[in-house]
């Protein structure tokens, strides 16, 4: 007489399901990179503020997909996690700067901005697999 072994089903929820924040996150900054936007007063003690500004932008918008990611599977697929929480951020990235420069009449694409967001989704990254290897050895 066989054991029945209990299989356990996955069932897959929909990628808007999972990821609802960090879409949410994307449109907002398709949003406000594309749009036209009313001047905002600059801190003028604070050099570079729109830079540091796409820093956290792009940094939060890494998290946030982190955040999701590891909410939402039981395993980390190292790959899958570098493609969807930091390529994907930094192609749209740079697909938004070009679609600022040519695209649009009130907005500029430029290099700082996309070497900016770079940096905010790099830090975000690495945070994340720090945090992960900290969760991990607990």
Same mark, same amino acid.
């Given at each position: ?56 932008? $792009? +940094?939060?918008? #890494?998290? /946030? *997909?982190?955040?999701?990611? %590891?909410?939402?599977? &039981? ?8 493609? $969807? +929480?930091?390529? #994907?951020? /930094? *192609?749209?990235?740079?697909? %938004?700067?070009?679609? &600022? ?21 790099t830090l975000a990254y690495l945070l994340g697999w720090t945090v992960l290897k900290k969760v991990i050895t607990k």
């Amino acid at each position: 007489m066989k054991v029945r072994e209990e299989v356990k089903t996955e069932v897959k929820r929909p990628f808007t399901r999972r990821y609802p924040l960090a879409l949410f996150t994307a449109c907002v900054i398709v949003c406000l990179s594309l749009f036209p936007i009313p001047e905002i007063p600059q801190a003028p003690d604070v050099p570079f503020m729109d830079k540091w500004t796409h820093m956290v932008m $792009y +940094g939060g918008f #890494c998290l /946030v *997909i982190w955040f999701e990611y %590891l909410r939402s599977h &039981q395993t980390v697929n190292a790959p899958r996690i570098t493609f $969807y +929480g930091f390529l #994907c951020p /930094v *192609i749209m990235s740079g697909l %938004l700067e070009l679609a &600022q420069e040519y695209l649009t009449t009130c907005r500029s694409g430029e290099w700082l901005d996309l070497l900016a967001n770079t940096t905010g989704a790099t830090l975000a990254y690495l945070l994340g697999w720090t945090v992960l290897k900290k969760v991990i050895t607990k």
